[in-house]
């Protein structure tokens, strides 16, 4: 459903997050600063000032229906329709980003979990109410929404969704039905919510002993710290004991998956798509062959992602390269740590290029309290930027441990961060929320930014050397890894759309057929061990229906605007700009275009290849130097 009738959004159009962020070992949040943790009070002052917030807004449900059977009367009341539409999602957002962030702050409090309900019970019952809205907005010949919008200047606001509107018309239902959809979104997220609990909160993970004697837990943020650990052993105790524990669960984790995947095909079906991969990428008007060629392209450039692992396996000088090694540091007596004020101060001045007026937005972003620091027991794993309340400011969830990893997921952050400032200061509420297709371009191009910075400055080789294999990660955790990823999502659909079972079991085996071969494990590139087949189990972004793509076409779409800018082209940093407070005012193939990028071609995904080989080519004579 569409923002403008307050329909119920899943996670993955208000939260915009990181594939590769980690997380440590956890305090409990009564011991963490106050400044290191974000201000929910610019939201709402008390859960009380929420709690009269949201009874407000139920008053307001009522006002929809003096608009129904009346939309085609007049231009003016179809825009007071839309517009109390508008203010009510409005509302409904900011109301939903405080009890989600609350909850996220520790998962283990049952009553942010209770409000969040809360919110998504109330977001269907306007979705049913409204469901009116778009088959009337349908029922009105096209001519007439143009006379619409030259009579009444407040339309202007809503020329591109009525437009948009009548480019899926055919996949627009009834009333009776579209009722139907809207009551069908209080099931909707069930698979993922029961997945974030049990994977945040109630699975068993277990407490191991390193080889120092330290006792850690396994947990997802264990995991995803201590599987960088430089002893070898250690790691292969991290991931044997993080894997089995997810092992033990392979079946009521593949069917809350399987819950999922049936969910999206039942959307597909209602609205008379032919693949759940159409339904998904029509949202924003994506072509399915962008995401066609995308897993094409990755497949054809294996050569180079094994070309990465071979450095990686000589810089370590192993024998064997083996998947729990693909983490762990690669550069010795080189431990690039950082102070959460020093990644601060790292990433504003990496900024400067961006300008004085973005680098003080920032600047006041972390003084303010936007962002949540570090890791705390119960608190959601990862890293994500939430720039849903438009009237406030955007916030950051980060889980940072002072690796150079946690510094550029910070900038990956900000980069969110700035294009929903931007976005929501320069359009209209009912343009302001952007493409997910376009929103990690903006956080990658800080990726890049960040380390184009530091190696501007650093001249020890060894340095240098972590340096460049931090990018080539980036390239492997974005684009391979999220491709890697975006097959097998691709392949649980297509397993669902032709009847075929999705069992804890299947999802394994096809999971590590995909996995291996990305590898090159039958070549002996990297050895993949069959019980980490299960890693399936630990990837939230299953649950967000063809998310993960974006990753890597953003990832391509950001090397190539960086290439712009590293050769210095006439106007390529306004029109950059321009792109970041364009919201969502277009289509995301076009407001690339519009910035210099043609996602419809194989040139961003050709330049990023360069790019990759170019930084191996640096390092191997590094390499060959020493």
């Not at 962030?101 to 109410?129: A, C, H, I, N, P």
């Not at 050895?527 to 998310?547: C, G, K, M, Q, T």
């Amino acid at each position: 459903m569409n923002k403008l009738i307050g329909a119920i959004m899943l996670t993955s159009s208000i939260l915009f997050l990181n594939p590769n962020a980690g997380s440590g070992q956890s305090k409990e949040r009564s011991e963490i600063p106050e400044q290191y943790t974000w201000n929910l009070k610019d939201l709402y002052e008390s859960d009380d000032a929420w709690k009269s917030a949201k009874e407000n807004l139920t008053k307001e449900f009522e006002q929809i229906d003096a608009f129904k059977g009346k939309l085609g009367s007049s231009a003016q009341t179809l825009y007071k329709c839309l517009a109390l539409s508008s203010e009510i999602g409005k509302e409904y957002s900011r109301l939903r980003s405080y009890s989600s962030m609350k909850f996220d702050q520790d998962t283990r409090v049952s009553k942010y979990l209770g409000m969040k309900q809360e919110l998504e019970q109330l977001g269907t019952q306007f979705s049913s109410k409204a469901a009116f809205i778009e088959p009337e907005i349908l029922a009105i010949p096209s001519e007439t929404i143009d006379k619409f919008i030259s009579q009444e200047k407040g339309l202007a606001d809503y020329s591109f969704y009525l437009k948009d509107l009548q480019r899926r018309k055919e996949h627009t239902l009834s009333e009776k039905e579209e009722r139907i959809m809207a009551e069908a979104g209080l099931m909707a997220n069930s698979p993922y919510t029961i997945y974030s609990i049990f994977a945040n909160a109630e699975l068993p993970y277990k407490t191991i002993t390193l080889s120092d004697g330290k006792e850690v837990r396994i947990d997802n943020a264990g995991y995803a710290n201590y599987r960088a650990l430089p002893n070898r052993a250690d790691r292969e105790l991290v991931f044997n004991t993080f894997f089995s524990t997810l092992a033990g669960f392979e079946n009521t984790i593949g069917a809350q998956l399987a819950a999922n995947v049936k969910k999206d095909l039942f959307y597909t079906r209602a609205r008379g798509y032919k693949t759940c991969l159409e339904t998904a990428l029509d949202a924003n008007n994506i072509p399915v062959d962008v995401y066609y060629a995308l897993v094409k392209n990755v497949n054809d450039n294996l050569g180079s992602f094994h070309r990465y692992l071979k450095i990686k396996q000589r810089m370590m000088g192993l024998d064997t390269l083996k998947y729990s090694d693909v983490y762990a540091p690669v550069v010795k007596d080189v431990d690039l740590k950082y102070s959460i004020e020093q990644a601060y101060e790292m990433v504003l001045e990496a900024f400067g290029p961006l300008g004085d007026d973005y680098v003080s937005v920032v600047a006041k972003g972390i003084k303010d309290r936007w962002i949540d620091v570090y890791p705390n027991a119960g608190k959601r794993s990862g890293a994500y930027m939430s720039g849903s309340a438009y009237d406030v400011h955007p916030y950051v969830l980060l889980n940072y441990n002072d690796q150079y990893e946690n510094v550029s997921t910070l900038a990956h952050e900000l980069g969110h961060a700035m294009q929903s400032y931007l976005s929501n200061k320069a359009q209209p509420y009912p343009l302001a929320d952007y493409p997910i297709f376009v929103a990690e371009v903006a956080s990658t191009f800080n990726e890049t930014l960040l380390i184009n910075n530091q190696l501007g400055k650093i001249k020890d080789d060894n340095v240098r050397l972590s340096l460049l294999m931090n990018y080539l990660d980036r390239i492997k955790g974005t684009v391979f890894r999220q491709t890697q990823f975006a097959e097998f999502e691709l392949r649980i659909h297509e397993m669902v759309e032709k009847g075929e079972p999705i069992t804890g079991e299947a999802l394994t085996k096809l999971y590590g057929d995909i996995v291996k071969r990305y590898y090159g494990h039958d070549q002996g590139i990297c050895i993949i061990d069959d019980l980490y087949s299960i890693e399936w189990a630990y990837i939230p972004h299953f649950y967000y229906n063809y998310y993960v793509y974006q990753y890597a076409t953003s990832f391509a779409a950001s090397t190539a605007l960086a290439e712009k800018v590293m050769n210095h082209e006439k106007g390529i940093m306004e029109r950059y700009i321009t792109f970041l407070s364009a919201g969502g005012s277009d289509y995301p193939i076009e407001l690339l275009k519009a910035a210099g990028v043609d996602m419809t071609t194989s040139d961003p995904f050709e330049k990023t290849m360069a790019a990759m080989n170019r930084t191996m080519d640096e390092i191997e004579k590094i390499l060959d130097k020493k």
